[in-house]
């Protein structure tokens, strides 16, 4: 359904997206973890087609059979809504707060899918009752500043569900909510995907969360994929440094015992910092924070390494013990 091939966002200042290859299918469910400044949201804005306008786009982003690498905003536009739909992150903020959030909803239904009032206004009324906001009637005349925030994101999923979109992207779609009805939303957009199935592209930093939602797991650094394959085995057993270093600065009180004077140990943490745009090493993204670098990494793009018939990692040293 999409796929993307070497495909990298550049900007005068870097590249914020790398030779990026990844395919997405019916039924997928792929999460994408990473630190903020990691390119996760870089790649979720490019497969919507929506990369700011000062980037300059290489390698191949194919939908159904097109390439939309060049294609301008006419040529999205056909798309978006229909083959591929984004749930933009904080509720609070993605809603227009002088409009009703029915009208907001009916909106591409006219626009795309060329529905009456009526019709558009009962196929909203059916997507609130499908996402599971409670009185739909009396919410379809309501502000958004009138609802809660999980029912706001209920209201944002049903907007992104409007035309049956094909991939649904999801990013950070727990941000600003609390933990329970986090859950709530995460199992449902589980549930959606699975009765459309539809494939689901899940962008977060709650690795919790992206091991409810997903079944396969990409990681991201630097504007790289440095590794991917099942979600419960990357995040059981990592093989990446920096994947091993995400995982290991998880807090976990189980397994931390608090020492003599009644505190806990202070959390593993990766040296150094995320470096800018501009400073980013031209080899492996990860060089200079790595524990295990090589001298081949500062100035060598690691390729892939398969470590097994479905993960892959981007790593010279893991390369060498692989091949050892």
């Known amino acids: 359904m999409i796929e993307l091939q070497d495909f990298s966002v550049s900007f005068k200042s870097g590249t914020a997206l790398r030779q990026a290859s990844l395919a997405i299918r019916p039924g997928d469910r792929t999460g994408i973890v990473g630190e903020s400044g990691s390119g996760k949201t870089m790649l979720a804005m490019s497969l919507m087609g929506m ?45 227009n707060p002088l409009r009703r959030v029915g009208d907001t909803v009916m909106d591409p239904l006219r626009l795309h899918l060329g529905l009456s009032k009526a019709e558009a206004r009962a196929r909203a009324l059916a997507l609130f009752e499908e996402v599971g906001i409670p009185s739909p009637v009396e919410r379809l005349r309501q502000f958004p500043h009138e609802l809660s925030g ?9 907007l992104a569900l409007a035309c049956d979109p094909e991939l649904l ?3 950070e779609p727990t941000t600003a909510l609390d933990a329970n009805v986090a859950l709530r939303i995460i199992d449902l957009l589980v549930r959606l995907a699975e009765e459309r199935q539809m494939a689901l592209l899940f962008i977060s ?25 099942p979600t419960a085995e990357v995040l059981t057993t990592p093989r990446h440094p920096y994947t091993q270093g995400l995982l290991g600065a998880r807090p976990n009180p189980v397994a931390e015992p608090r020492g003599a004077d ?5 959390l593993p943490t990766i040296p150094g910092s995320v470096p800018t745009l501009q400073d980013l090493p031209s080899g492996c993204r990860f060089s200079g924070r790595c524990p295990v670098e090589l001298p081949v990494c500062a100035g060598t793009r690691p390729g892939s390494t398969l470590i097994s018939a479905t993960r892959l990692a981007n790593c010279h040293a893991l390369k060498q013990e692989v091949s050892a």
């Open 51 to 95: 990369a700011p306008a000062a980037a300059d786009l290489s390698g191949k982003l194919v939908l159904d059979g097109r390439d939309m690498t060049g294609a301008d905003d006419r040529g999205w536009e056909a798309l978006r809504a229909r083959k591929v739909a984004m749930i933009f992150q904080e509720p609070m903020t993605a809603l």
């Open 169 to 171: 992207i999801a990013d």
């Open 262 to 266: 009644g505190k806990r140990p202070r």
């Open 150 to 158: 999980g029912q706001r994101q209920r209201v944002v999923i049903a």
């Open 205 to 229: 930093h709650d690795l919790a969360a992206v091991a409810r939602a997903t079944r396969d797991i990409v990681v991201m650094y630097g504007g790289d994929i440095v590794e991917r394959g």
